[in-house]
């Protein structure tokens, strides 16, 4: 492991302990035992050591989710499993969301090129896992998989990290981006894949629909 490696693997955990607002350069340089100019020296600035630090954090969880469906026969079996293992992960969601608000407010520019990496990576990720999808016969061939990898990454962009975006009570955005997921891979597929699709879902209990978590808020309401 580099000296540079090293820093931006402690300044990640920092981060998730913290907060990033609360990362200042000297309690870093501090706590690893070297100087601030030698952090400067390394990283130029501020902004490009939280950037650093923040993509080695989406390494991290990347390869998690990569070790979690290794033991899967297909790609198919890998979209569907790894859109699981990610809206299952709620405890992630609060950290996400005060992480990403204070990007935005003190690092606006971190937070942009943050955001462009993640864009990038998930459009070649995808493209990739769909591609292997179309070659093992689960997806229609008349497909466009860059075309496709490109509109969900935009859809599912605007959801996951657009304030503005108002959902029906009741449901995260986890939950969300797990249906959109879903009838995405549902309607690129073939009979084949779709009958894995349905597979799969069977294991697993079936999500509420939207009027059936009104009908439980309703008689909640009228029980209180």
Same mark, same amino acid.
């Given at each position: 492991?580099?000296?540079?490696?090293?820093?931006?693997?402690?300044?990640?955990?920092?981060?998730?302990?913290?907060?990033?607002?609360?990362?200042?350069?000297?309690?870093? $340089? /501090?706590?690893?035992?070297?100087?601030?100019?030698?952090?400067?020296?390394?990283?130029?600035?501020?902004?490009?050591?939280?950037?650093?630090?923040?993509?080695?954090?989406? *390494?991290?969880?990347?390869?998690?989710?990569?070790?979690?469906v290794g033991d899967c026969d297909n790609m198919l079996e890998?979209?569907? @499993?790894?859109?699981?293992?990610?809206?299952?992960?709620?405890?992630?969601?609060?950290?996400?969301?005060?992480?990403?608000?204070?990007?935005? @407010?003190?690092?606006? $520019?971190?937070?942009?090129? +943050?955001?462009?990496?993640?864009?990038?990576?998930?459009?070649? %990720?995808?493209?990739?896992?769909?591609?292997?999808?179309? $070659?093992?016969?689960?997806?229609?061939?008349?497909?466009?998989v860059e075309l496709m990898a490109r509109l969900f990454f935009?859809?599912? %962009? +605007?959801?996951?990290?657009?304030?503005?975006?108002?959902?029906?009570?009741?449901?995260?955005?986890? *939950?969300?981006?797990?249906?959109?997921?879903? /009838?995405?891979?549902?309607?690129?597929?073939?009979?084949?894949?779709?009958?894995?699709?349905? *597979?799969?879902? $069977?294991?697993?209990?079936?999500?509420?629909?939207?009027? *059936?978590?009104?009908?439980?808020?309703?008689?909640?309401?009228?029980? /209180?």
């Amino acid at each position: 492991m580099t000296q540079q490696e090293k820093i931006v693997g402690h300044v990640s955990e920092m981060i998730l302990s913290l907060g990033v607002k609360s990362v200042r350069m000297d309690d870093v $340089a /501090n706590s690893l035992g070297m100087s601030k100019r030698t952090l400067y020296e390394l990283f130029g600035d501020k902004e490009e050591l939280l950037t650093q630090s923040i993509i080695h954090m989406m *390494e991290r969880r990347c390869k998690s989710i990569s070790e979690q469906v290794g033991d899967c026969d297909n790609m198919l079996e890998v979209l569907m @499993k790894g859109i699981k293992i990610f809206t299952n992960s709620g405890q992630m969601s609060d950290m996400e969301k005060r992480l990403t608000a204070n990007l935005k @407010k003190f690092y606006p $520019a971190v937070y942009e090129k +943050v955001q462009r990496t993640h864009s990038e990576w998930g459009v070649r %990720g995808l493209q990739y896992a769909l591609d292997r999808c179309l $070659a093992e016969g689960y997806l229609d061939p008349t497909v466009d998989v860059e075309l496709m990898a490109r509109l969900f990454f935009a859809s599912t %962009g +605007v959801l996951m990290s657009g304030d503005d975006v108002v959902l029906p009570e009741g449901i995260s955005r986890k *939950e969300a981006f797990g249906a959109m997921v879903v /009838n995405f891979l549902r309607g690129l597929s073939t009979v084949k894949g779709l009958q894995l699709i349905d *597979e799969m879902l $069977a294991r697993e209990p079936r999500p509420k629909t939207l009027s *059936e978590r009104r009908a439980e808020m309703e008689k909640l309401k009228e029980n /209180n």
